[in-house]
């Protein structure tokens, strides 16, 4: 803003000019009006100058919760806005974690410094995303001024949702019936059972979406009752198989997969609190199925059998009917990571192309190693072409399918036998199973996007994973 001293100057003269100016000569009235004008044109031009840098610090802010908010990859988020404050000549640093931004905006003239802190909740909304992006794409191309694209991102926040409430309930159920005939070899009575099970679980993600207090206990509340439920009926069910099935929503893998890529990244502050709660996300499911198992034995007395998390003695149904569970699947996932509807053929056609090398590689053949991460490169390679062909996001068509490979049920399994003392090693095998399965997903993704993009992809904010 104007100094006072500018101000005070600038009616000084124009209180002068009215009281002497018929005592003037005209050029020299001419001169003094003209300093008068410049006096007001620097400080129109300051003025506007704070109101663009101001709305380019707004557009900043609203850019990071918009992308952390919806689900954006966070190792390369910090590179996303570091290269749009450069664009808007915003000298800014970020830090990322995981609902949490930290902007440090510096002025170089006057040598200090502001810090902004943005918190929001995270989640998957892969629509608003994708729009997000769009409009990252047009304001670093100039094709959208800062002033338009503040006013977007601001009605994509207030968008209303992609689907109504009770799709989230219809959803978790279908996801819990498929994935137990596709991942969990569950028999046809297992996936009614999962479906059940699935649909209370959904209930109770609804009531926790209500009551802000029932959030904390919502993953372990899921777990009991379905342990619970799970026991009642295990003569005629495969306990490990229901149990998972009706809880693979909350399974941790694909946050314990993100936290690993994130560390490989140099992303240490990101991926170390994802893997940590990863890791406590798997202990909380794992000790409410067994607590949720000692509720029952106490109210009815000892069991026949122990129940097991094992699903090597469940009875599958033949492999053709996991080809017709498998669309339905990824049918569901897009629906939860709220995918327009309009790109999931694209993500049926990418991870079944990944399914298909997953099913002869590590299906067939038993190659556990090298199957997963020949998988996850098919996945990202498909993923980024379909995005080079049609202009579409990869990472939206790339998540449903990463999402099948992830391995949060092996977590879970681990620790179950942990809780229940077995001391054969299973746990131990178990844990190092499903690091392993992670780590074949960070090199398959980071090749296949090497690959695609050698030099990196400089035009959108999202790089694929």
């Known amino acids: 803003t104007p100094s006072i001293e500018q101000k005070d100057s600038a009616a000084d003269i124009t209180s002068w000019i009215k009281n002497r100016e018929h005592l003037l000569d005209l050029p020299f009235r001419d001169s003094l009006l003209s300093k008068e004008r410049s006096l007001d044109d620097r400080r129109l031009q300051l003025l506007e100058g704070i109101k663009q840098l101001l709305l380019h610090q707004r557009f900043i802010c609203l850019l990071a919760q918009a992308m952390m908010q919806y689900g954006a990859p966070l190792h390369h988020l910090e590179d996303n806005l570091s290269r749009m404050s450069r664009h808007l000549c915003i000298a800014a640093t970020f830090t990322t974690m995981p609902g949490l931004v930290l902007i440090s ?12 802190i943005i918190r929001c909740p995270n989640g998957f909304d892969m629509h608003r995303l994708e729009l997000t992006d769009r409009i990252f794409r047009q304001v670093s191309k100039g094709e959208m001024s800062v002033h338009e694209g503040t006013t977007k991102l601001t009605e994509i926040m207030n968008m209303p949702p992609l689907f109504a409430w009770y799709w989230q309930l219809v959803v978790w159920g279908i996801s819990s019936w498929s994935v137990c005939l596709l991942a969990f070899s569950g028999s046809w009575i297992d996936s009614l059972a999962a479906l059940g099970l699935g649909m209370v679980a959904g209930c109770l993600n609804l009531l926790a979406s209500r009551l802000k207090g029932f959030t904390n206990l919502f993953e372990a509340t899921v777990s009991i009752v379905c342990g619970f439920f799970a026991t009642v009926f295990q003569r005629w069910i495969c306990f490990g198989a229901v149990t998972l099935s009706a809880t693979v929503v909350l399974l941790p893998g694909l946050l314990l997969t ?28 794992a000790f409410g199925i067994n607590l949720g198992n000692n509720v029952f034995v106490e109210i009815f007395g000892k069991l026949e059998r122990q129940p097991d998390m094992s699903i090597a003695a469940c009875s599958p149904v033949s492999q053709w009917w996991w080809w017709l569970a ?81 391995p949060g049920s092996v977590g879970v399994r ?21 690091v392993q399965t992670s780590l074949s997903i960070m090199v398959g993704l980071f090749a296949s996007s090497f690959v695609v993009y050698p030099r990196g992809k400089k035009q959108s904010a999202l790089l694929t994973v």
């Open 326 to 406: 498998f669309p339905v699947a990824i049918s569901t996932i897009c629906l939860l990571i709220n995918v327009h509807p309009r790109q999931w053929h694209a993500c049926i056609i990418v991870a079944g192309l990944m399914f298909v090398v997953f099913w002869g590689l590590v299906i067939r053949l038993n190659m556990q190693i090298i199957g997963p991460v020949v998988s996850a490169f098919v996945l990202g390679i498909a993923a980024n072409i379909w995005s080079k062909i049609f202009k579409q996001n990869a990472y939206a068509t790339l998540l449903p399918g990463m999402m099948i490979l992830v």
């Open 414 to 434: 681990g620790i179950m036998s942990m809780f229940n003392n077995l001391n054969d090693g299973s746990s131990t095998q178990l844990a190092t199973q499903m």
């Open 105 to 116: 905006i510096e002025d170089t003239t006057t040598f200090t410094s502001e810090t902004k």
């Open 258 to 285: 993100t936290g690993v890529i994130e560390l490989a990244s140099r992303n240490m502050h990101a991926g170390t609190i994802r893997v940590v709660y990863a890791l406590m996300i798997a202990f909380v499911i």
